[in-house]
């Protein structure tokens, strides 16, 4: 089954919207499989956002990060990483459709709420830069055959 890597920004933390992302993943029908609240320390920020290193907003993106903290989770189910990334919607909250995460709740592209792996790579590398595989709980839901 299809996983992927989100997190509660800091500022999303701050405004109490974990509960409202929380709640949009679960009404989808996506399974929460590991969660956790933690500050995010400098080295796991610049590996996080390895991608980014040669950009020129490299620095904020770590120091904003490990403002406060975060919270992170895996969510599972068929095609849950391009549905997340639907569901948070484009990078900048000011392009980000009404109705998205981004696109309800934030405004500056610095401070956008949510991050969501974008491919398979991608889910597979942060879930295990996050998570020890001991923290993936595998469980049924019955309801899932309803979904
Ligand atoms: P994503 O979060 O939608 O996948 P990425 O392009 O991977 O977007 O960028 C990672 C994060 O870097 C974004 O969520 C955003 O917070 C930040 N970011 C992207 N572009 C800019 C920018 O031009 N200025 C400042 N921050 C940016």
């Known amino acids: 089954m299809e996983k992927t890597f ?3 920004k ?6 109490g919207l974990i509960g409202e992302v929380v709640a949009r993943f679960e009404k989808k029908g996506f399974q929460l499989v ?3 609240l933690m500050s995010v320390s400098s080295e796991l920020a610049e590996q996080h956002y390895a991608e980014h290193k040669e950009k020129p907003f490299f620095g904020e993106l770590v120091d904003f990060i490990t403002l406060g903290p975060v919270f992170a989770m895996v969510w599972q189910g068929p095609n849950v990483i391009a549905t997340a990334r639907q569901m948070m919607g484009k990078t ?12 309800d709740f934030g405004v500056n592209v610095g401070m956008n709420i949510i991050h969501g792996s974008d491919s398979q790579a991608s889910a597979e590398r942060e879930i295990a830069l996050w998570f020890d595989e001991a923290e993936l709980l595998s ?5 899932n055959r309803w979904i």
């Open 139 to 143: 469980y049924e839901k019955t309801i």
């Open 34 to 36: 590991a969660a956790k």
């Open 10 to 15: 800091p500022d999303g933390v701050q405004r």
């Open 92 to 103: 900048n909250p000011s392009e980000a459709l009404p109705g998205t995460i981004r696109g």
């Open 6 to 8: 989100i997190m509660v």
